[in-house]
T-cell receptor
Framework: EDQVTQSPEALRLQEGESSSLNCSYT??????LFWYRQDPGKGPEFLFT???AGEEKEKERLKATLTKKESFLHITAPKPEDSATYLC????????????FGKGTLLTVNP | EAQVTQNPRYLITVTGKKLTVTCSQN?????MSWYRQDPGLGLRQIYY???????DKGDVPEGYKVSRKEKRNFPLILESPSPNQTSLYFC?????????????FGPGTRLTVL
């Protein structure tokens, strides 16, 4: 069974204090790892897709990396507007495009 | 604007009263899916569709029905809602026959069944 575990469950940072969120996964064959941002009461907003180990993608203060067992979302010099829940999801071989989600990391950035 | 829309956004109903939540996308996506999100359980797939007239069960299909008569629409039907279907529901869509198959989500429908 495909599994996605995110850590920590919650993270509180000061503005400008860089950190990383972790996503560990177990799948039969990875067809894509996805990062989403979700604000309270809203739908997940797509951030990145990673397909193979060693791949990296960046967007503003966010950088996503992928290994064979986990992915990291690095947040450099965060701002209060980066506060949100960050979701990791995987698509596996034979999954018919179903996404298996982790439970998310709630990030709070204090000014 | 490319988007996934859902209606209604909020719904309070009573046990047993049939309801439909609509979902529409304007991106010509082949794939559409319904998820529910519950505290401590995360997002779980209910049903999905890979094309018109092609639907299949996800992880938690009990108590739900779907249909896909048009490419852009994918309504979720609760024939006899029960309190355990109180949840936040999301519709999502994506391409499947290209390399760009990230799923885009609607704004959500918060359903309360009394």
């Amino acid at each position: 069974e495909d599994q996605v575990t995110q850590s920590p469950e919650a993270l509180r940072l000061q503005e400008g204090e860089s950190s990383s969120l972790n996503c560990s996964y177990t799948v039969s064959g990875l067809r894509g790892l996805f990062w989403y941002r979700q604000d309270p009461g809203k739908g997940p907003e797509f951030l990145f897709t990673l397909y193979s180990a060693g791949e990296e993608k960046e967007k503003e203060r966010l950088k996503a990396t992928l290994t064979k067992k986990e992915s990291f979302l690095h947040i450099t010099a965060p701002k209060p507007e980066d506060s949100a829940t960050y979701l990791c999801a995987v698509r596996a071989d034979g999954s018919n495009y179903k996404l298996t989600f982790g439970k998310g990391t709630l990030l709070t950035v204090n000014p | 604007e490319a988007q996934v829309t859902q209606n209604p956004r909020y719904l309070i109903t009573v046990t047993g009263k049939k309801l439909t939540v609509t979902c529409s996308q304007n991106m010509n996506h082949e794939y559409m899916s319904w998820y529910r999100q519950d505290p401590g359980l995360g997002l779980r797939q209910i049903y999905y569709s890979m094309n018109v007239e092609v639907t299949d069960k996800g992880d938690v299909p009990e108590g739900y029905k779907v249909s896909r008569k048009e490419k852009r629409n994918f309504p979720l039907i609760l024939e006899s809602p029960s309190p355990n279907q109180t949840s936040l529901y999301f519709c999502a869509s994506s391409f499947i026959w290209t390399q760009y198959n990230e799923q885009f989500f609607g704004p959500g429908t918060r359903l309360t069944v009394l």
